[in-house]
C-alpha cells in the first residue's frame, strides 16, 4: 500500500459519478471529498459552495487532485467469487455443471491443501481485482481452513475489503479427495475461520469479514446445514451459498426436501439481512418474496448465467420487488474476473431475456417484456446495490461511508476510452463503463488508504522479438 | 510501421495456434513460419522436422523468435464495422433502434464532411483496432466520398488490410442532411470510391479493397439497389450490407418487396461470393440455402444481436448448412471494438440461444436445442473462417496464406492472462482467448509487416495525484 496516495485526513478534489439508486447518477464536477482519519467520507463539497472556495484557496496541500481526465467511480463491490478458482478462468466451460465440477473444479481446489500453490493463486487473484477496481469481494474460498486463513491475511494485508468463506461441503455425493469429513468438521472449521478472522490483529477496522458458507444444498448434509444456520445466527456472521442456479439445483432440493431451495435455506436460518444467494435464477415470486422479507440478497451472475444456469435471473422482476442485488462475477463460472464485465453482461443478458433469443418464435412469445435495465443500473448494482445486499458502508460517495473507490484515467494512452468532444455526463459514464479496461484504472483505494496504482505495474522485463532459447508455455 | 519487427523475406519461430476449421484448432509448438518478400507464408516448418534444424542453426539472423511465454495466433478478421461510429461506442444503446438512427448515428455520420473530424476519428479506430489484434476490417464508411477516401488513405498508410465502402442510401426515409441526394450519386460515389482504392499508388499490393454498401433496403430506392448491384457485377468488388437484422427490417423489405430481405438483395445482384450480409437473425432456411448457393457470407454480431436484433442469429444452423459466417463487432451497435469480446460474446449468446433465457418457460421449451458453439468454433470464424467469408488468403498459418498474425504475451504484466503450472494447448488458448485484453497484445503483422507494437504506446505522459487547474471532461 503506497503511503502517498492515501488519502486519508485529506481532502480529494475531482470529478466523480455514482449511482446511490438503481433508477439515476448523478456527476459531481470538481467536487471536494473530505475523508476523515479512518478512511470515511466526513464530508462532500460540491463546486459553488463557500466551503468548496475556502477549501480551494487552502495551500496546505491536505487538497489532492486527480489529474486532467479523471474521474473517479465508487470501487466495485463483487458479490460471488470462487477465489480458489482463478487459476481456471475461461476453462472447461463446454462441459456439463456436473462434469466442471467433478473433473475440474473440486480437484483444483482440493490443491489449495498446499499453501504454497494457495498463496500464489490467491495473491495473484487479489492483485487482480484490486487492479480491475474491484474494492470489495465476497469470496468462497475452499474446504480447507489453513488456505482460507491464508486468503483472509492476503486480503488483510493487501488492503482488499473482503468476505471470506471456508467452504462447507460434507455430504458423501462429494467426492472423498474433497469435502468436510462431517457435519462437524463443516461447521467447526467455518467457526476456526469466524474467529480467526476477528481476531486478526491486522483487522482491526473490520475490513475483512467471515462469511458461514454452505456450498450449496446438494453439497451438505441436513445437520451441516443446521449448524450452519445456528453458527450464523450465534455469531452475526454473513452467510453465502448458492440457491436455485439451474434446472438440476432447483429440481434437487424439491426432491430432496420438498420445498423450493429458497424455503430450504430458510428453515435452516441461512437467509437473513447479511444472507446473499448466488445465481436464484429460478426463484418463484414467492421465493422472492421471501427474501426481501429477510432482507437477503442475490449475487447475480450474467456471465455464469450464459454458461451453467439454463436461463437468465430475472433481475428487473428482483429490482421491482425491492429484493437487494449485487453483481458477481462468478469467478470461475463466468469466464471474466472484471466487474466492468459484469455489468457490461448485465446489460445485455437484460436484452436477450427482454426480446427472447429464438427468431423462430413470433416477436410477441419470444422474451419476457419490460426485463432489461440499462447500465446506469448495472453500475448502482455493481457498486451501492451490493453494498447493500452486503449490509456495507461502501459503494457511493454520500457521507459517513468508507472511501472505497477508483480512480478512471480516461485518456490512458494504452486504455481503451475514447471520449470525442462534446461528451454530455451521460455519455462519459456510459463510455467509461461501456470502454474502460484495466490499464484506464490509475488508482484503486479501499478505506481511503491507496492499495493500488497503476504505477505499481511491474515494468515489462521483456524486449520485443529477440533470440534465446525457446521454451514452451 | 516499423522495420526492425518487419518478417517479410525472414524466418518467424515461435508457437503458434490456428483454427482453419470450425471443429479442432491446432498448437505448434516451436514452429518456423518461413515469410517470403510479399509477407506470404512460403513454409511452415514444424519442430521435429531436418527442415526446422536446420534453420535452427542458421545464425544469419534470418530467423527471429518470439519471446518465451508469447504465442501467435491468426490476425483477428472484423467482418463488420461501422467506421463513423466508434465516437458513440457504447452510447445510446438504450434506446429504439429508429431513435438510435435518427438521434444519435445519423447525425454523427453526417460530421464525416468535416474532413478534420474524419481524420481525427478514423485515425484513432484504425490505430486502436490494430492494437486490439484486428488486422482485417470490414467498414461501413459514410455517405461522403472524400472522408471514405480519407478511411482507405488511412488503411494503405497505417498498414492494415481493409475492406471500405462508401455508404449508399438515397431514400427521402433518411433524412435530408445525410443521405445521397439520388440514386445516381450513389452509384456515382460507390464507383469513385472503387476508382481511388484500386488506383491508389500506395496500394498496389491490393490489401486495401472496395466495396459496394448499400446500407440497407430500408435505406434505398430501388434504382439504387439496382444501379449497386450492376457496379458490383461490373467492378467485381465485394458487397456489404445489412439483411433481416430486426424484427422491423425483416418485415420492412417483406411488406415493401413481396419477399424475403436475402431473396429481394439476390435479385438486385447484390448476393454472391464475395457480398458479406450482416446480422442476418431472420434469415428462413430457405434464405439460408440461396446464401449457401451464392457462396455469400454472414457477419455474426453477437453483442449487436443483444441490443438492436430481437434474437440471436441461429449461428450453428447455419454452420451445419455450410454457410460462410464471420464475426463482426458491428462499431456501434455493439459496444466494444474488440474481436475477442465478440468472440466471447459469441460462445454465450450461442448457450442462450440453446438454453434459452425465461425461467418460468420448462427446460424443453426455454430455447434451441444443439445451438451453442465452443471457443475454439468462435476462434476459427473471428480467423479463418472470416477470410473464408471475405475470400481472402488470411486466417490461418498455411503455406500461400498472408502473414497476419498477432503475438499475445501472456505474462504481460498489465495483461489480464494468468495460465497456471501444467496448462494443456486446449487450456493456454482458452486462458488467451477468454482472458487477453490489449496489453497482452504485444505485436501485430499484416502482410508480414509489423504495424503495430506495444512499444508503440505512448509513454504515459501524466503523474498520478498532482496538483493543477481542473479541467472538465
Known amino acids: 500500500m503506497g503511503g502517498s496516495g492515501d488519502v486519508r485526513g485529506r481532502v480529494l478534489r475531482g470529478t466523480f459519478f455514482h449511482a446511490p439508486s438503481p433508477d439515476g447518477f448523478e456527476c459531481c464536477a470538481d467536487a471536494m471529498l473530505v475523508i476523515d482519519a479512518a478512511g470515511a467520507i466526513a464530508d462532500v463539497l460540491r463546486a459553488g459552495s463557500g466551503e468548496h472556495a475556502a477549501l ?9 487532485r486527480l489529474p486532467e481526465g479523471s474521474v473517479m467511480l465508487p470501487g466495485f463491490v463483487d458479490c460471488h467469487v470462487h477465489a480458489p478458482q482463478f487459476p481456471q478462468l475461461g476453462l472447461a466451460l463446454d462441459v456439463p455443471l456436473e462434469t466442471w465440477l467433478m473433473r475440474y473444479t473440486f480437484p483444483l481446489e482440493a490443491r489449495y491443501a498446499d499453501l504454497d500453490f494457495a498463496a500464489r493463486a490467491y495473491g495473484q487473484l487479489v492483485d487482480d481485482l484490486l487492479a480491475g ?12 481452513v489453513p488456505a482460507t486463513r491464508l486468503l483472509a491475511d492476503l486480503c488483510i494485508k493487501k488492503g482488499q475489503r473482503a468476505l471470506i468463506g471456508k467452504v462447507a461441503m460434507d455430504l458423501d455425493t ?6 468436510d469429513a462431517d457435519a462437524d468438521e463443516a461447521v467447526a472449521g467455518t467457526r476456526a475461520i469466524i474467529d480467526h478472522i476477528r481476531a486478526h490483529a ?3 477496522e473490520g475490513r475483512v469479514l467471515p462469511v458461514v458458507t454452505p456450498r450449496f444444498i446438494p453439497a451438505c448434509t441436513d445437520e451441516a446445514l443446521e449448524g450452519l444456520g445456528q453458527l450464523a445466527a450465534e455469531t452475526g456472521a454473513h452467510v453465502q451459498t448458492h440457491c436455485s442456479e439451474s434446472d438440476w439445483a432447483h429440481g434437487y432440493v424439491r426432491e430432496r426436501h420438498g420445498m423450493s431451495d429458497a424455503e430450504s435455506l430458510d ?3 441461512l437467509v437473513g439481512r447479511r444472507s446473499i444467494v448466488a445465481h436464484a435464477n429460478f426463484l418463484s415470486g414467492s421465493d422472492m418474496d421471501l427474501l426481501v422479507q429477510r432482507g437477503a440478497g442475490v449475487a447475480h451472475c450474467a456471465h455464469s448465467n450464459a454458461y451453467f444456469a439454463n436461463a437468465v435471473f430475472p433481475l428487473r422482476r428482483a429490482l421491482e420487488k425491492g429484493l437487494h442485488v449485487g453483481l458477481g462475477t462468478d469467478i470461475s463460472g463466468g469466464p471474466s474476473a472484471s466487474m466492468l464485465d459484469a455489468q457490461r453482461m448485465t446489460v445485455a443478458a437484460s436484452r436477450m431475456l427482454e426480446d427472447g433469443v429464438d427468431a423462430g418464435l413470433p416477436a410477441g412469445e419470444r422474451g419476457c417484456r419490460d426485463s432489461r435495465v440499462d447500465m446506469v443500473t448495472a453500475f448502482h448494482l455493481a457498486t451501492a446495490g451490493g453494498a447493500e445486499a452486503l449490509d456495507l458502508p461502501v459503494g457511493s460517495f454520500e457521507i ?11 485518456e490512458a494512452a494504452e486504455g481503451t476510452i475514447r471520449l470525442f468532444d462534446g461528451s454530455a455526463p451521460s455519455d462519459v459514464l456510459a463510455g467509461v463503463l461501456y470502454q474502460a479496461s484495466r490499464a484506464n484504472i490509475a488508482h484503486v483505494w479501499v478505506d481511503g488508504r491507496l492499495v493500488r496504482s497503476h504505477r505499481d505495474a511491474a515494468p515489462r522485463s521483456k524486449p520485443g522479438l529477440r533470440a534465446g532459447a525457446f521454451a514452451a508455455i
Open 56 to 64: 480551494a484557496a487552502d495551500e496546505s496541500g491536505q487538497v489532492m
Open 133 to 144: 477496481g474491484t474494492t470489495t469481494a465476497l469470496y468462497f474460498a475452499t474446504v480447507h
Open 174 to 179: 462429494c467426492p472423498d479427495f474433497y469435502r
Open 202 to 204: 491486522g483487522n482491526s
Open 267 to 269: 428453515r435452516f436460518g
Open 400 to 410: 459517513g461511508r468508507k472511501f472505497d473507490a477508483i480512480a478512471i484515467d480516461t
